[in-house]
């Protein structure tokens, strides 16, 4: 069965760093943009980062931006999300999420849940102030 498993969340003060994991099985990551997403209680699911399926491209939404950066490990078929000073705004559910692109999309274009082929189970971050 094709899995996306997250890992590496949990309760961190303000300022401080946290860094998640989406690891896929059974499917290889190559063909396909990653997204990371969130969502917070009694918010919708916003798209916070991607990296296309060939690496050459990444993009953040303007609230993380210089603070989160996404990176692949093909060898690894994971793809991370290393969150530095953080805030109590960044606190959510994060959940990663696969696109097999078949639209041509950039995948900041792609960077809604409707275009996503794969979703994982999701990661608690928690951010005290």
């Not at 996306?4 to 300022?15: A, D, H, K, R």
């Not at 990551?29 to 690496?55: M, T």
């Not at 989160?68 to 805030?87: C, E, G, H, P, R």
Request: proline fraction near 2%; aromatic fraction near 12%; glycine fraction near 10%.
């Amino acid at each position: 069965q094709v899995q996306l498993v997250e890992s590496g969340g949990g309760l961190v003060q303000s300022g401080g760093s946290l860094r998640l994991s989406c690891a896929a099985s059974r499917f290889t990551l190559d063909y396909y943009h990653i997204g990371w997403f969130r969502q917070a209680p009694g918010k919708e699911r916003e798209g916070v980062s991607c990296i296309s399926s060939n690496e050459a491209y990444t993009y953040y939404v303007d609230s993380v931006k210089g603070r989160f950066t996404i990176s692949k490990d093909n060898a690894k078929n994971t793809v991370y999300l290393q969150m530095n000073n953080l805030k109590p705004e960044d606190a959510a559910v994060y959940y990663c999420a696969a696109d097999r692109n078949f639209g041509g999309r950039i995948c900041s274009v792609s960077l809604k849940p409707i275009y996503q082929d794969y979703w994982g189970q999701g990661t608690q971050v928690t951010v005290s102030s």
